[in-house]
């Protein structure tokens, strides 16, 4: 927060910012100005697209609340003492020097649900707590213990209408994969979630609806094979750490940029067409699954997931990196 780091400076204080989004997502019209090239982003790919953009950087209305608030807080950060990333080297290495030219001393300690669970004592207070607001079903482990290795697409999207929500259960339907799928109340907009029973009948055992489950754990699981997602960066992080390729339908926020980075820069996703059909989602699914590409997206995450488990580990670059911000910003 912006006011945050102008009341350190106020008091003398050290101040270190943690960027909670992508280190890529810091950097609707139809009239083709969404594919405007923004090659001038220094240490972003020259073909980058506007409307690979975070969502409130591509609004028209200048005067737009998180259009503002945005704008604010990328202003004030190069006041901060440090910068604090959710990420690892490895991945975002481009970018770290294009973004140290702009910003204070940047220090890389993801992921951070890795890190933390593999470096806290078991006795810490804090060992075990979660960032889920949901209650979490525990009973979506189970029943993926009954499944085979890599044969369940995982879903967890965010809200959309109730025809989109049928194009995706359709899509799902039709791929012929098992699969478990995060159906939250408030998943549709401005209405009450709900699908037919034809859907049930369709999908029978092979399915499973829950509102919500302990996503770091279910991504990790080896039953599941592809992760159907909005693309935010928490879930873009536990899917490499679970060595999971994801099928992406980016929303909001720097949505959009995590999901163009994995697609064409990461090689670790595919894209669904912002109106969603089922026969586009039931493709993607599949090649994801058992395709040409998604086997190669599966030995790309498998080799990021080898650098994030080595960086959150003791003596990894993640936890080097958390000693350096100690003794550098934080006690110097």
Aim: aromatic fraction near 8%; hydrophobic fraction near 45%; proline fraction near 6%.
């Amino acid at each position: 927060m912006a006011f945050a780091i102008l009341a350190a400076r106020e008091l003398g204080l050290r101040c270190a910012t943690l960027w909670t989004a992508s280190a890529c997502g810091e950097a609707d019209l139809s009239n083709g100005h969404l594919d405007t090239k923004m090659d001038w982003i220094p240490g972003m790919p020259a073909d980058l697209r506007l409307r690979d953009l975070p969502s409130v950087v591509r609004s028209t209305d200048r005067d737009d609340i998180m259009f503002n608030f945005f704008i604010d807080v990328t202003a004030t950060m190069p006041l901060a003492s440090a910068v604090i990333l959710n990420t690892f080297d490895e991945l975002d290495a481009p970018l770290m020097a294009a973004m140290s030219a702009l910003l204070p001393p940047i220090y890389t300690v993801g992921p951070l649900h890795l890190t933390a669970r593999n470096n806290l004592p078991a006795d810490s207070p804090v060992a075990g707590v979660g960032s889920n607001l949901w209650k979490e079903q525990g009973e979506a482990l189970r029943w993926l213990d009954g499944r085979p290795p890599r044969s369940v697409v995982y879903g967890s999207i965010t809200v959309m209408s109730a025809e989109h929500l049928l194009e995706f259960a359709w899509g799902l339907a039709g791929s012929g994969y098992a699969f478990l799928w995060n159906v939250r109340p408030d998943l549709v907009k401005g209405d009450a979630a709900a699908l037919p029973p034809e859907f049930a009948a369709a999908t029978g055992e092979r399915s499973m609806l829950t509102t919500w489950c302990p996503q770091a754990e279910v991504l990790e699981h080896e039953a599941v094979g592809v992760f159907l997602t909005h693309s935010g960066w928490n879930s873009t992080l536990e899917s490499i750490v679970g060595d999971v390729p994801m099928v992406c339908w980016p929303f909001f926020a720097e949505q959009q940029t995590n999901c163009r980075y994995k697609r064409t820069e990461w090689g670790i996703g595919a894209e669904i067409p912002d109106d969603v059909r089922r026969g586009e989602v039931e493709a993607l699914i599949r090649e994801a699954m058992d395709g040409e590409k998604g086997r190669e997206m599966r030995r790309r995450v498998a080799e990021l997931r080898e650098s994030a488990v080595a960086s959150g580990q003791q003596g990894g670059r993640s936890m080097q990196n958390l000693d350096r911000l100690i003794d550098e910003v934080l006690l110097a």
